[in-house]
Nanobody, 122 residues
Framework: QVQLVESGGGLVQVGGSLRLSCAAS????????MGWFRQAPGQEREFVAT????????SYANSARGRFTISRDNAKNTLDLQMDSLKPEDTAVYYC???????????????WGQGTQVTVSS
């Protein structure tokens, strides 16, 4: 089992920045990929960014590329998402997730945090 706890959400104005963090614990030796996903009201959960837990190779959704940066600290077992130039359409609940697969598909992730709300006001 892997336990994930997110923090760092909140309310920010358009163009502002937020940094999300995820503390991971448990059987991290079984994790290949960790990622951030988001879900807005009435919409499906979608991929934002993922990272190879061992080697650090990152993947980004088109909506996040150039504005968001995913990073991990293997020594501290943390996963971060730096979000800059935020837009109203970034408003969603953001989830940290982990999987033993190499994937950006939410259904392939079997460990999830509780989520943290990000609201971007215009």
């Amino acid at each position: 089992q892997v336990q994930l706890v997110e923090s760092g959400g909140g309310l920010v104005q358009v163009g502002g920045s937020l940094r999300l963090s995820c503390a991971a614990s448990g059987r991290l030796d079984s994790v290949l990929t960790m990622g951030w996903f988001r879900q807005a009201p009435g919409q499906e959960r979608e991929f934002v960014a993922t990272i190879n837990w061992r080697f650090g190779r990152a993947s980004y959704a088109n909506s996040a590329r150039g504005r968001f940066t995913i990073s991990r600290d293997n020594a501290k077992n943390t996963l971060d998402l730096q979000m800059d130039s935020l837009k109203p359409e970034d408003t969603a609940v953001y989830y940290c997730a982990a999987t033993g697969a190499a994937s950006t598909v939410p259904q392939h992730y079997n460990f999830w945090g509780q989520g943290t709300q990000v609201t971007v006001s215009s």
